[in-house]
């Protein structure tokens, strides 16, 4: 992949489409988000054309959009549902920043009805409620320009997201654990969610959604010749059937080598 991208491009944006029209990725159901991830990147990257968006250090990719349009044409906006989980690799603001912003103009949307946001783990327990802070002030300030609906996060302390919510001027309506790497939902986290109406959620996401050695798989690259900047994932689902009728993935890698 790599091979064929040209010198002057740093930063390669890469948007999948709708994947649950790829008959290769409906043979392997079943899949871990990683496992899913990485086939339609793979799927996307084969088939991919390019996007001019007028520079040339930045490189759009798209999946087959004739055949795979991410939000579904039959139907009225104000019936469809859109969800869209944001993993970002550092606490930077300019992360979550530019996904937003790319997620809107990918889906051809002015809204979005909500919204959860995954951190990396490995940050620093002391240094993680600040930094967080300044994610959910991105996060408010869409929701104030009625650009986003409900909001939350994933993963986190019980403590820090007391904290978190305590301080916000919007507050989380969504908080995710993992129950693979936490058996049991900690009892204060119950007792917090319930008496302040937050959806307590489970999901299978890995922490890091994709890790460094399949990125390289991926993108045909060396070790360290890109990194990961952000992902995400988008789901459309129909509301009055309860149907999900579109899902993908966004992301966006930097080429530092």
């Not at 403590?159 to 058996?183: G, M």
């Not at 990194?227 to 999900?244: E, Y």
């Amino acid at each position: 992949m790599l091979k064929n991208v040209p010198a002057t491009v740093n930063k390669i944006l890469v948007h999948t489409e709708n994947i649950l029209n790829l008959n290769e990725l409906k043979i392997k159901a079943g899949q871990n988000p990683t496992d899913e991830l990485i086939e339609s990147l793979k799927i996307t990257l084969d088939r991919w054309t390019p996007v001019d968006n007028g520079t040339t250090d930045t490189l759009e990719i798209r999946g087959n959009s004739g055949h795979c349009a991410s939000i579904p044409e039959s139907e009225s906006r104000s019936d469809l549902k859109i969800s869209v989980k944001v993993f970002i690799s550092s606490l930077k603001t300019e992360a979550l920043s530019e996904a937003l912003e790319k997620v809107f103009a990918a889906l051809g949307v002015s809204f979005v009805d909500s919204l959860v946001l995954a951190y990396p783990s490995r940050s620093e327990p002391d240094a993680l409620l600040p930094a967080l802070q300044e994610l959910w002030r991105v996060l408010e300030s869409n929701v104030v320009l009625q650009r986003l609906g409900s909001i939350g996060v994933s993963d986190v302390d019980t403590d820090v997201f007391i904290s978190l919510y305590h301080w916000a001027q919007v507050k989380p309506s969504i908080v995710q654990i993992n129950l693979a790497t936490c058996c049991v939902v900690p009892p204060a986290l119950q007792d917090f969610t319930k008496e302040h109406n937050v959806q307590l959620l489970t999901h299978s996401d890995p922490f890091e959604i994709l890790p460094k050695a399949a990125l390289n798989e991926v993108f045909g690259a060396t070790e360290d010749d890109v990194s990961l900047f952000w992902a995400l994932r988008f789901q459309v689902h129909v509301k009055c059937r309860g149907v999900l009728a579109s899902k993908g993935y966004l992301l966006c890698v930097h080429r530092t080598g």
